[in-house]
């Protein structure tokens, strides 16, 4: 942070430093420092798609959804093929319940990158949450494929599973999942399920 600091001071607009100490901010939690650097930033350089998607970034983690989605949106109109800024609004678009346009942004996300399994494992539990289990697993193996240690698809294939009456298939992912699952509150609600499953 010092260095970056010293490198700003001798050249107020050395972009690169500013965003550096702005990440390096945001890394300590420190969104109120860094949210400064990221839109000094994009005074200097309104263009910067990283400066956006940063910016973006920090304000969600504020809560400020909405002001994120519009940076987000900026970062897409200078890079439109930007595959993780796509998964980002729609995580941000699922968080406030625009579901549609959330599984919108996780395919354009796919399309640009096929192999991006987070994409594909959000898209299954969409398909999952509206019923479509064969859909919904052909999305889940496409994300474990991609990354065979994704934890929530492999807790949506375990899910498909039970639904099939294939309980034994089903607790075997489980138990997979919450080894691979770090989130603690999606690993206890794997382990509702295993509990429930086990009875």
């Given at each position: 942070v010092k260095a970056y600091r010293e490198?700003?001071?001798?050249?107020?607009?050395?972009?690169?430093?500013?965003?550096?100490?702005?990440?390096a901010y945001q890394d300590q939690g420190q969104l109120e420092m860094a949210i400064p650097q990221y839109r000094e930033v994009l005074k200097l350089r309104p263009d910067d798609a990283f400066g956006h998607t940063n910016l973006a970034c920090a304000l969600a983690e504020q809560g400020k959804i909405e002001?994120?989605?519009?940076?987000?949106?900026?970062?897409?109109q200078i890079n439109p093929n930007d595959a993780e800024v796509?998964?980002?609004l729609g995580g941000l678009y699922e968080n406030?319940?625009?579901?549609d346009l959330a599984k919108r942004q996780y395919e354009e996300a796919l399309r640009l990158e096929p192999n991006f399994a987070p994409a594909a494992t959000a898209i299954g539990w969409f398909l999952y949450d509206k019923g479509q289990d064969d859909f919904a697993m052909d999305y889940f193996s496409r994300?474990?494929?991609?990354?065979?240690?994704?934890?929530?698809?492999?807790?949506?294939?375990?899910?498909?599973?039970?639904?099939?009456?294939?309980?034994e298939l089903a607790v075997q992912h489980y138990q997979r999942a919450l080894a691979l699952e770090k989130d603690p509150?999606?690993?206890?609600?794997?382990?509702?399920?295993?509990?429930?499953?086990?009875?």
């Open positions: 490198a700003i001071k001798r050249d107020p607009s050395y972009v690169a430093a500013r965003l550096k100490l702005g990440v002001p994120a989605i519009e940076e987000y949106k900026k970062a897409l796509y998964f980002a406030k319940g625009r579901l994300a474990l494929k991609a990354n065979p240690e994704d934890a929530q698809a492999t807790f949506g294939v375990g899910r498909i599973y039970e639904e099939k009456r294939k309980p509150d999606k690993k206890m609600r794997i382990l509702n399920f295993m509990d429930k499953l086990l009875g």
